[in-house]
């Protein structure tokens, strides 16, 4: 009986890892294996085939002495993961008798060393394998040639040692996971093993983060002052993070204001947290002089970023909002509406943006233009236009803007997303359950009053999705831009995506273009997470 | 989940009130949106038939319909290119050489929703009805890999690529080759865990009763999948299908990237490529290109229009 329970079993689990084998290949190779793979090629000197590795280099190149601050703050991040982690773990061992669970902590220990080992045994394999292609290159190619150069890269020396350690690691751990097994087979003891692996793994990803960038950061400043000049990243670093956690702390005084019962206790609380957001501010003023050697261009594209969701998250949401509720009515046509304003959202970039080079060209006889002189303004260049906004209307430098160019692209790119925005509204409304609007209707409410104390609120969760949806598009956002900027307005329409392309295709700089990658992927986790606090908040989940 | 209502009219069918001024307004607006969503697309359209001369003074409608235009679009873009060769004597097809962009596209996309399909079914399948160990920790670590933005990815995608290319080439020839060829252009997208999500969430569904008598009548996990689950399974089927179908034809940035030809380039880069080799030239041609490249999309758009709206609603994903 028990005998053909677990065969039924195994045969259960073989079954299904053979049916997610293909799947969890494929997911490995193209999903989680190329984050870190990404880490490791932006720390390296890297066009098309692996070179040396440089450190923070590439980072510093992108972000200047920001670039080590950045890691700084990373680290300080990973050594958070790791304490949390921790004290999960420590939860776990106080639930259960400490003195038996010993054991599988150690265990855990070594577990969480060993994965790191063979870690690090990958990664010093991996330059190695790919340099295969190039050693092959021009020989008559066969499988044997391949294999042989496959078998010696395992027997480099670097890879090599790397390589006994893993071995080392997996012997202990396989001895220690057949101790626990034989002695210690608790419920918990899984969980502990567990926990204490990931606690030992974070915690050594931190030490190594840290001691990668301290190290990195006293190479940088001891080159600077064999070369007679000072690198002052460390009085930055200090500077920049006070003005940090100064204005994080401000923000969190203002909030405590604003929920403070006396008017004497909220107006010494705002003017508490002013000073604090003053004096950060100025302790950030630091900040640009970090910056002072970052690539300009990154920076740009930072900036034509932030201008670029500015300008269309606020205008697509409210149409599509708008949109919806209208469709939402009592009306006829409603699908066919719906279809329609699918439409453009659907359809390849790349036709549609022909037609909307054609409305904003720069002839006179161009769509827009027309419409132009219809109201008597002079003709514009649209697509070709690289003079801001600002300047064109004879508006001061501060209020400049983004270029022309970079404007028709907004339209253009919210022209495609309302459909989509709508249609998300629409099963958002759809959601709200009747009962509400027909109380408030018969209390007398208007129809601006429903919207604004039923409708909005009870629709915030998926105004909440929709713009983070599309902030983080905004961010990755290349198609539209790449098809539709021209020559002649150079990288005034470039957003960081796109120079991040620009970068990978024409130059070959895998590595500086991987560093810059991580950068814009380090901010859109920020701005996922602010979002989520700041926004989160504010939604209301009925 | 709030998309499931995406297909689903508001409850609101009721005697209709009679048209009041709110109400026109409202149908103006709508009407309005209409006009601003398709209208590019009726130009286009339009202008498709015109001659050059007509598109570059934007006239609206063509004075005669250039049907011509689109022979030539085929033909100069190097959309399609269909080489028939008969018997002289007897007239029998002896080879038939087909190649040109669409030709390509509908290549990859058939061979990126097939892959896909036979790498996501039985995965999800795995998740929705099995039990073994570490299933939720995979299936998070699956999930994970979804929040990780598509630039940081390029990169080591493209390395990957080239590496296996080299591997499968010594394995297999010439022929093995990824880069250029067709595995860079379908391969990466097979194991989408969008699909697997959608088909779990599908697959959990299925009654527990089935399973009970399909193991009495002696059926294992793989024949229950295959006689029981898919028959079952048409419309998140149709979705996974219809959404790679759009990812694949509107696809740009990857195929730009591991391409160096025609072979098998996609028709969003020829139709791009067109363009760029012809600015600012023949904008009748370049818009009778666009309309053949969209047609497709909009076609199976009206087909599977519930699909279309209700997958999207789930994904947001543009390629």
């Given at each position: 009986m028990l005998n053909t329970r677990r065969g039924r079993l195994l045969k259960e689990n073989l079954t299904a890892y053979a049916f997610l084998a293909p799947a969890g290949v494929l997911i490995f190779l193209f999903g989680l294996f190329p984050v870190a793979f990404a880490f490791f090629v932006s720390l390296h000197r890297w066009r098309r085939f692996p070179d040396s590795y440089i450190g923070l280099a590439n980072y510093e190149k992108a972000l200047g002495n920001?670039?080590?601050?950045?890691?700084?703050?990373?680290?300080?991040?990973?050594?958070?993961?790791?304490?949390?982690?921790?004290?999960?773990?420590?939860?776990?061992?106080?639930?259960?008798?400490?003195?038996?669970?010993?054991?599988?902590?150690?265990?855990?220990?070594?577990?969480?060393?060993?994965?790191?080992?063979?870690?690090?045994?990958?990664?010093?394999?991996?330059?190695?394998?790919?340099?295969?292609?190039?050693?092959?290159?021009?020989?008559?190619?066969?499988?044997?040639?391949?294999?042989?150069?496959?078998?010696?890269?395992?027997?480099?020396?670097?890879?090599?040692?790397?390589?006994?350690?893993?071995?080392?690691?997996?012997?202990?751990?396989?001895?220690?996971?057949?101790?626990?097994?034989?002695?210690?087979?608790?419920?918990?003891?899984?969980?502990?093993?567990?926990?204490?692996?990931?606690?030992?793994?974070?915690?050594?990803?931190?030490?190594?983060?840290?001691?990668?960038?301290?190290?990195?950061?006293?190479?940088?400043?001891?080159?600077?002052?064999?070369?007679?000049?000072?690198?002052?990243?460390?009085?930055?670093?200090?500077?920049?993070s006070a003005g940090i956690v100064l204005v994080a702390s401000a923000w969190l005084i203002f909030q405590r204001g604003i929920r403070a019962q006396s008017n004497r206790r909220f107006a010494l609380l705002a003017f508490g947290g002013l000073a604090?957001?003053?004096?950060?501010?100025?302790?950030?003023?630091?900040?640009?002089?970090?910056?002072?050697?970052?690539?300009?261009?990154?920076?740009?594209?930072?900036?034509?970023?932030?201008?670029?969701?500015?300008?269309?998250?606020?205008?697509?949401?409210?149409?599509?909002?708008?949109?919806?509720?209208?469709?939402?009515?009592?009306?006829?046509?409603?699908?066919?509406f719906r279809m329609v304003y699918f439409i453009p959202y659907i359809t390849p970039f790349v036709a549609t943006s022909i037609v909307f080079r054609i409305i904003f060209d720069a002839g006179k006889t161009a769509p827009a233009n027309r419409m132009l002189a219809i109201v008597g303004i002079e003709p514009q260049r649209w697509i070709l236009e690289r003079s801001s906004i600002g300047s064109l209307l004879g508006l001061?430098?501060?209020?400049?803007?983004?270029?022309?160019?970079?404007?028709v692209i907004m339209i253009y790119s919210t022209w495609t997303y309302i459909g989509y925005d709508a249609v998300i509204f629409l099963a958002g409304l759809g959601n709200i359950s009747g009962e509400l609007y027909e109380a408030a209707r018969i209390d007398?409410?208007?129809?601006?009053?429903?919207?604004?104390?039923?409708?909005?609120?009870?629709?915030?969760?998926?105004?909440?999705?929709?713009?983070?949806?599309?902030?983080?598009?905004?961010?990755?956002?290349?198609?539209?831009?790449?098809?539709?900027?021209?020559?002649?307005?150079?990288?005034?329409v470039n957003t960081a995506s796109v120079y991040i392309f620009d970068e990978l295709q024409n130059s070959n700089r895998y590595g500086y273009a991987s560093s810059m990658a991580f950068v814009l992927f380090a901010l859109i986790l920020l701005m996922t997470l602010f979002q989520n606090r700041i926004m989160g908040r504010r939604v209301f989940y009925g | 989940m709030a998309s499931d209502k995406a297909g689903?009219?508001?409850?609101?069918?009721?005697?209709?009130?009679?048209?009041?001024?709110?109400?026109?307004?409202?149908?103006?607006?709508?009407?309005a949106g209409v006009l601003i969503a398709i209208g590019p697309f009726l130009w286009m359209i339009s202008a498709s038939f015109m001659t050059l001369s007509e598109v570059n003074l934007t006239r609206l409608l063509p004075e005669n319909l250039?049907?011509?235009?689109?022979?030539?679009?085929?033909?100069?873009?190097?959309?399609?290119?269909?080489?028939?060769?008969?018997?002289?004597?007897?007239?029998?097809?002896?080879?038939?050489?087909?190649?040109?962009?669409?030709w390509n596209s509908v290549r990859i996309t058939f061979i990126t929703v097939t892959g896909s399909l036979l790498v996501c079914i039985p995965a999800a399948y795995a998740f929705a009805r099995m039990n073994f160990i570490g299933r939720n920790f995979i299936f998070a670590l699956f999930l994970s890999t979804m929040m990780i933005p598509g630039i940081v990815m390029l990169i080591p995608h493209l390395l990957t690529v080239i590496w296996l290319?080299?591997?499968?080439?010594?394995?297999?020839?010439?022929?093995?080759?990824?880069?250029?060829?067709?595995?860079?252009?379908?391969?990466?997208?097979?194991?989408?865990?969008?699909?697997?999500?959608l088909l779990r969430q599908f697959f959990i569904q299925i009654p527990e009763d089935l399973w009970e008598a399909a193991r009495i009548d002696g059926a294992g996990h793989p024949r229950f999948l295959i006689s029981v689950v898919l028959p079952l399974s048409k419309a998140p089927i149709m979705t996974i299908v219809t959404l790679g179908f759009i990812g694949s034809w509107n696809a740009l940035m990857w195929p730009l990237l591991v391409t160096i030809n025609d072979e098998w380039r996609p028709i969003a880069v020829g139709l791009s490529n067109f363009v760029t080799a012809d600015t600012p030239g023949d904008l009748n041609l370049q818009m009778a290109a666009s309309v053949i490249t969209v047609i497709p999309i909009l076609a199976l758009y009206f087909v599977a229009q519930k699909q279309f709206t209700e997958g999207i609603s789930q994904t947001g994903i543009k390629s």
């Open positions: 920001l670039g080590y601050i950045l890691f700084f703050w990373l680290a300080l991040l990973a050594f958070a993961a790791a304490v949390r982690v921790s004290r999960q773990l420590a939860k776990t061992l106080r639930q259960s008798d400490f003195k038996l669970e010993a054991v599988p902590l150690l265990v855990g220990v070594i577990c969480g060393y060993a994965t790191l080992l063979a870690l690090d045994w990958f990664f010093k394999l991996v330059p190695v394998i790919m340099l295969i292609p190039r050693q092959v290159r021009g020989q008559n190619v066969s499988l044997d040639l391949f294999m042989e150069k496959f078998g010696e890269s395992f027997a480099s020396p670097d890879v090599y040692a790397a390589g006994q350690m893993m071995l080392l690691g997996f012997a202990l751990t396989a001895v220690a996971l057949a101790l626990v097994v034989w002695r210690f087979r608790t419920v918990s003891s899984a969980e502990v093993i567990v926990r204490g692996g990931m606690a030992t793994a974070a915690l050594l990803a931190a030490v190594f983060l840290l001691r990668l960038t301290i190290d990195e950061t006293n190479l940088a400043i001891a080159a600077a002052r064999e070369s007679g000049e000072s690198l002052p990243i460390w009085s930055q670093l200090v500077f920049v604090l957001a003053v004096g950060g501010y100025l302790l950030m003023a630091e900040a640009p002089a970090a910056l002072a050697a970052a690539d300009d261009d990154l920076l740009q594209g930072f900036w034509v970023t932030v201008m670029y969701a500015g300008g269309t998250v606020p205008v697509q949401l409210t149409i599509g909002l708008l949109l919806a509720y209208l469709l939402f009515q009592p009306i006829r046509f409603r699908s066919f001061p430098d501060f209020l400049a803007g983004p270029a022309l160019a970079l404007i007398g409410a208007s129809g601006w009053r429903i919207f604004r104390h039923i409708t909005l609120p009870l629709l915030s969760p998926t105004i909440f999705f929709l713009s983070l949806v599309a902030i983080i598009g905004t961010f990755q956002a290349f198609t539209q831009i790449w098809i539709l900027r021209t020559g002649a307005v150079g990288s005034k | 689903m009219a508001p409850p609101t069918e009721a005697p209709r009130p009679p048209l009041d001024p709110w109400r026109i307004a409202i149908y103006a607006v709508l009407f250039l049907w011509e235009n689109y022979a030539t679009a085929l033909r100069r873009a190097n959309f399609l290119d269909i080489e028939v060769v008969t018997h002289p004597e007897t007239g029998v097809l002896q080879s038939l050489g087909v190649s040109g962009y669409i290319g080299r591997l499968s080439e010594s394995l297999f020839g010439p022929a093995g080759a990824w880069f250029n060829n067709w595995p860079a252009l379908t391969i990466p997208f097979f194991a989408s865990v969008f699909n697997i999500f």
